[in-house]
């Protein structure tokens, strides 16, 4: 009687590589191993593109090649990861401070913010929101900021109140230029900031209409295009000469008293 046949088995496929699915392991090949600073990227990049709306864990997952226990394993939840990817794209603002008076050494970091926001404008929500920021506030910065109000001969209770002016100033100029409309049809809200603003009465309002064809879309809350398109440039800069005058001022105040 024959031998019966042998039946070869068929080898046992390789064991998967942990929150990560097989079909993007090749495309992920050569690249470094996942860890912090690469979730961070990603999800900088991700809110760049998408905006932080539809920002969501599994969509980042998805862009590492990885599950989202993955990212879980190296950022405990949603918002210690947004907290970090504030950090990360402002974290340059104080890396070259200039040499000279604090009130140049100020203006610069001013200055620095903004254009890191305006990099990435899809922030400017998040970094309103005071409880994110302080999640991940800039060391390097506030030592900047302090050692700038020191020279400007501020102490005590009134430094404290000069460091909450400079701060207040550096995240609020910049977050209301860069604020986006509201969620819907882009051109029903434009029409409807239109009608508004045109629908003001120049007869009972006679100062505000006087003035309205120079306010009209160049100003905050009478405009209907965000800071990224149509930057507020001159009054950005009105407003550090404003600031660090007003600094000046009360710090002399403040001695003669």
């Not at 929150?19 to 979730?39: T, V, Y």
């Not at 050494?105 to 920021?133: C, K, S, T």
Request: charged fraction near 25%.
């Amino acid at each position: 009687m024959p031998a019966a046949p042998r039946i070869r088995k068929k080898p046992e496929p390789p064991p998967r590589t942990p929150g990560r699915p097989r079909k993007q392991a090749a495309a992920l090949a050569g690249q470094p191993a996942l860890g912090p600073e690469r979730i961070l990227q990603a999800a900088l990049a991700l809110i760049d593109a998408r905006g932080l709306a539809a920002f969501n864990i599994r969509e980042l997952a998805s862009t590492l090649g990885v599950f989202p226990a993955a990212v879980y394993w190296h950022v405990p939840n949603r918002d210690a990861l947004l907290s970090g990817v504030i950090a990360l794209a402002l974290r340059d603002v104080a890396a070259e401070s200039p040499a000279g008076s604090w009130q140049a050494r100020l203006r610069a970091l001013l200055q620095a913010f903004r254009a890191a926001l305006r990099r990435h404008p899809q922030l400017a929500p998040l970094v309103a929101n005071e409880l994110a920021y302080n999640a991940a506030f800039d060391a390097p910065l506030l030592d900047q900021v302090v050692a700038a109000l020191e020279d400007a001969r501020f102490e005590g209770d009134a430094l404290v109140d000069a460091f909450n002016v400079v701060i207040a100033a550096m995240c609020g100029f910049a977050t209301l230029e860069l604020s986006t409309a509201p969620a819907g049809p882009s051109g029903e809200w434009e029409a409807a900031c239109r009608a508004q603003i045109d629908a003001v009465d120049r007869e009972r309002l006679p100062h505000l209409g006087r003035h309205l064809g120079d306010l009209r879309n160049r100003a905050f809350l009478l405009r209907w295009s965000g800071g990224e398109a149509q930057p507020l440039d001159s009054g950005f800069e009105a407003w550090i000469d404003v600031l660090l005058r007003g600094l000046e001022s009360r710090s002399r105040a403040l001695r003669r008293a």
